[in-house]
């Protein structure tokens, strides 16, 4: 489910880029300040909706390879997820 989410809300995020022609990609290139201060002021309200279904789609992102993880571990064990997550079997109080 979290990766249909993904899907949609990084589909979303190219739709709203070529509809609108305004990403918060466009900030990551090195310019001058005022410059930086017009396209902002020009793109604001596109913009805020930008960085907010990317936020959303970190968050599911990062989610959706948690649980991964925990699936992965449930199944077989495997220390492949406990390395993918970060998560020691070792060290949990659990095991």
Known sequence: ?????????ALALLVL?????????????????????????????VLRADVGI??????VYTGFFVNLARTLDAWAGAPLAATASGWAPCCSKDR
């Open 54 to 59: 990317d936020f959303l789609f970190i968050a």
């Open 17 to 45: 880029a070529v509809v609108t022609g305004a990403s918060h990609s466009v900030f990551q290139m090195n310019r001058p300040a005022a410059n930086y201060a017009s396209l902002m002021l020009q793109r604001a309200t």
């Open 1 to 9: 489910m979290l990766g249909f989410l993904g899907g949609a809300l």
